[in-house]
C-alpha cells in the first residue's frame, strides 16, 4: 500500500460517486429506470469500481461502447443488464447472448446480419432499435416524417427478425446540454422519437423500455425520461456543459495529484524544458512534477495551466515533457521535495476544476477525464479513507 503516493496517481471519491447517483435519481421521474453510463473505463474512473458501486446504489441498466467494455464488466462479476451502445461485429452474436448483453441495432443491414449470425449459432440476442432524429451519427434516420415512416417500417421488420428479443428503441440528442440554444432542436428531437414509437405501438409492436435521455435532458428535460434515462457525465459529478439551467448538487469524484520529484533554485535566464520557450525572468524555484501527456495531461497546458501547492497557484513554466514537467513555486514558502501537487482538485480550499483545464486547452471536460493515461493509478476513497487501488499497468 501507499507504492502509488510515489508518483502520480487519481483519487476517487466512491461517497461523491454515491451522492451524485442519489442525487440524480432523486431528479429523475420514479418511474424511470437509472442507465449509468460507464463506457471509456467509466469516464476514466475506472469501470470495474464504478459498475460495482452503481450496482450496489441500484442502478437498473449499464452502457458501454463496445463489447469488449461489456465483457470486463461481466468477467468482474457485474451482473447488472448491459447495453452496448455502439458497433459490435455481427460475428458475436453468439457471444452477446452467452454474456447477457444487449445490443444497439442502428441499420437494417446491421440487423439483417447480426440475425443472421444469431440464427446460426442458435442463440437469441436483445436489441436496442437505435433512432437517429438528429444526431446524424448512427441509427435509423428518422428527421423528418417521411424518414420517420420509413424508420418505423424498417424497426418493425427488425424487431420481428428471427433470434431477436427487441428489448429497447432510443435515440441520443444533439444538443439537450445548450439551454434556450438547443431547445426547439431537443423538441423535435423527442417528437420525431415519440412518433415513431407511438405508430409502433398502434401496429401492435410495444418496446419495452423507451430511453432518450443523456445527462443534459436528465438535468433541463426530465418530462423526457420516459421509461430509463441514460446519464454519464453527472454520475461523475461533472455537467455536460456551462449551460444548464437546472444545476443539482454535484460533487466531483476525481482528483489527480502528483509530487514534487525535485526542487532547484535556479538564476534568472534560465532555460526550461524542450526548445528553450520559458526563460526565468529572476532567480527562481523551479518544482519538477513527474507528471507529462503520456498521463494524460495535455501538452497543450504547456506555459498555460496552474497546479496547486500547498494550496496556493503554481505556473507551469515550459514545455510538458512526455512523463514530466516544470512549475515556478518561487511565491510559495516552503515547498518540498515529496510534497503533494494538485493537478485537478481541491488543496487548502483552493480548487482547479477540470472545466478550467479544458477550456485552457480548447476541449471539454468529457475529453480531459478520459483522457488520463492507463499509467496513473485510480485510488479509491470511502469516508476519507483508501479503500481500493486500481493500477493497469501492474494489477
Ligand atoms: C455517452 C452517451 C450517453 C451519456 O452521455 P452524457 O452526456 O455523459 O450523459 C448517453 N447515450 C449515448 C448514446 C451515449 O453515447
Not at 462479476?77 to 442502428?106: D, N, W
Request: negative net charge; aromatic residues 8%; contains cysteine.
Amino acid at each position: 500500500m501507499n507504492s502509488f503516493l510515489k508518483r502520480t496517481w487519481a483519487e476517487i471519491d466512491l461517497n461523491a460517486i454515491a451522492h451524485n447517483y442519489r442525487a440524480i435519481r432523486q431528479s429523475v421521474p420514479l418511474h424511470s429506470k437509472m442507465m449509468c453510463v460507464i463506457k471509456a473505463d467509466a469516464y476514466g474512473h475506472g469501470a470495474q469500481w464504478i459498475a460495482k458501486e452503481y450496482e450496489r446504489l441500484g442502478a437498473d441498466w449499464f452502457a458501454v461502447s463496445n463489447f469488449a467494455e461489456a465483457l470486463q464488466l461481466r468477467n468482474a462479476g457485474v451482473t447488472t443488464p448491459i447495453l452496448i451502445l455502439g458497433y459490435t461485429p455481427v460475428e458475436m452474436a453468439k457471444e452477446l447472448s452467452e454474456y447477457h448483453i444487449s445490443q444497439a441495432v442502428f441499420s437494417e443491414d446491421y440487423a439483417k446480419h447480426l440475425s443472421y449470425h444469431a440464427q446460426k449459432s442458435g442463440v437469441t440476442v436483445r436489441i436496442h432499435i437505435k433512432l437517429d432524429t438528429g444526431m446524424t451519427r448512427i441509427g435509423l434516420m428518422c428527421q423528418d416524417d417521411i424518414q420517420c415512416a420509413q424508420a418505423v417500417d424498417a424497426a418493425e421488420r427488425i424487431a420481428k427478425m428471427d433470434s431477436f428479443v427487441p428489448e429497447g428503441i432510443f435515440t441520443h440528442f444533439a444538443v439537450a446540454d445548450e439551454a434556450e440554444d438547443g431547445e426547439a432542436y431537443t423538441l423535435t428531437q423527442f417528437h420525431c422519437f415519440n412518433q415513431a414509437v407511438e405508430e409502433l405501438e398502434r401496429r401492435g409492436l410495444h418496446i419495452p423500455l423507451r430511453h432518450c435521455s443523456n445527462s443534459g435532458a436528465c438535468l433541463d428535460y426530465p418530462q423526457m425520461s420516459l421509461d430509463m434515462v441514460r446519464c454519464g457525465i453527472i454520475l461523475y459529478g461533472l455537467m455536460p456543459s456551462s449551460k444548464i439551467r437546472n444545476q443539482i448538487d454535484l460533487h466531483p469524484a476525481m482528483q489527480l495529484k502528483s509530487i514534487v520529484s525535485l526542487l532547484k533554485t535556479v538564476e534568472s535566464g534560465a532555460a526550461v524544458s524542450y526548445g528553450r520557450t520559458y526563460h526565468t525572468k529572476d532567480a527562481a524555484q523551479i518544482a519538477t512534477v513527474p507528471i507529462g501527456y503520456a498521463d494524460g495531461y495535455s501538452r497543450n497546458l504547456s506555459d498555460r495551466a496552474q497546479m496547486l501547492v500547498h494550496g496556493r497557484r503554481a505556473p507551469i513554466v515550459g514545455r510538458i515533457c512526455m512523463d514530466q514537467l516544470m512549475l515556478d513555486v518561487s511565491s510559495i514558502k516552503g515547498v518540498r521535495e515529496g510534497d503533494i501537487v494538485t493537478v485537478f482538485g481541491t488543496d487548502h480550499g483552493s480548487t482547479i476544476s477540470v472545466e478550467e483545464l479544458s477550456s485552457l486547452c480548447g476541449t471539454i471536460n468529457y475529453e480531459t477525464i478520459c483522457l488520463i493515461g492507463k499509467r496513473v493509478p485510480r485510488i479509491y476513497y470511502r469516508d476519507g479513507k483508501m479503500v481500493g487501488e486500481l493500477d493497469y499497468i501492474c494489477p
